[in-house]
């Protein structure tokens, strides 16, 4: 029997970091439930995601998050036409969680079980708001552990243009809002103070790679950051922690937007996304915008609950997988490395 092609029933599961999350959606974009269950208060008493415990409280978690997926569907797993699962990249013992769950249903029930990229989770969560949105398009992906400017050509096929070569924008974000005593997850409380601070007091550098025009490095710039700050602290001058918070955050925004700008001229695109947990600052999507605006590039962006990790943009993306024909078997594993566009 030939699979089908619509009314396509995916139960997609989440666990690369430091979220248990369990979503029903039907043919790629039509999301019946979006269950999360976040660590982050768990893990802001250590000042950042402590893998052992990350494994520990997904195992607690995944099965009720599962339920809780069907019930909100209101489905069961017998309505389910395959079991999607993020197998990498992230810490291997979260992942461990989810791939054992997603094989254990597919297991029990029979059901076909496929294994998506989380990255490609993130560019498709992009299909789920955009109904319009089709390959080609250019994509940036910025969250905690990457940062990757990527052409789609089409569902599943991704070239990588550039990515970071040391620190991720999102690890950024996180170690300069550890060093300003902000705390963890930096990322939206340095969004949040910088609507208090100046954005050119201070003119930390904007990080070229000279051999790489859509490569980023944000290691020099939190290093940069780190100096000013001791600096200001040796020659007794007050730190401003809402100007240094937002001219680091300017500062990467307008690396990001400049290298975007050039691989969409570079390449000529016409349809530019972003997605990751970063591309739910505000102020980043806003000069995104306004960039593409004078360029006459259409713009698209998740909200900024499909952003951060969740399991619908699995499903979204497993949904794709699915129609090309790809299966895993009972012997998948978690790559805590993965590339993208691996098989
Ligand atoms: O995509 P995500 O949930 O997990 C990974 O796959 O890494 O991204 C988490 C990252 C964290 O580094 C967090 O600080 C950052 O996204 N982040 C933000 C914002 N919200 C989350 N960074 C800047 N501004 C935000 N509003
Ligand atoms: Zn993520």
Known sequence: ??????????????????ETAAAV??????VRSNVISS???????????????????????????VEQALSDAGMTLDDMDAIAVTYGPGLVGALLVGVAEAKAIAYAKKKPLIGVH????????????????????????????HTHL?????????????????????????????????????????EKVSHQGDPLAIPFPKPKVADGPYDFSFSGLKSAVLNYLNGAQMKGEEIVQADVAASFQHAVIEVLVHNAMRAIDEY????????GGVASNQTLRQALEE??????????????????????????????EYLTGKRDGLDLNA???????ER
């Open 25 to 30: 959606v039907v043919d790629g974009r039509d």
């Open 1 to 18: 029997m030939e699979d089908k092609k619509t009314n396509v029933k995916i139960l997609a599961i989440e666990s690369s970091c430091d």
């Open 268 to 275: 000529g695109m016409d349809k530019f996304a972003i997605a």
């Open 118 to 145: 989380h990255i490609e989770g993130h560019i498709s969560a992009n299909y789920i708001e955009n109904k319009e949105l089709k390959p080609p398009f250019l994509c940036l992906v910025v969250s905690g552990g």
């Open 39 to 65: 660590q982050i208060a768990l893990h802001t008493l250590y000042g950042g995601v402590v893998p052992e415990i990350a494994s520990r409280k997904h195992i607690e978690k995944i099965n009720q998050v």
């Open 291 to 320: 960039a593409c605006k004078q360029k006459g590039v259409a713009f698209y962006h998740p909200s900024p609950i499909l952003c951060t990790d969740n399991a619908a943009m699995i499903g979204a993306a497993a949904y794709y």
């Open 150 to 190: 990527v052409r789609v050509q089409d569902y599943g096929v991704y070239e990588i243009l550039g990515k970071t070569r040391d620190d991720a924008a999102g690890e950024a974000f996180d170690k300069v809002a550890r060093a300003i005593g902000l705390g963890y997850p930096g990322g939206p409380k340095i």
């Open 335 to 341: 790559v805590p490395n993965l590339k993208l566009g």
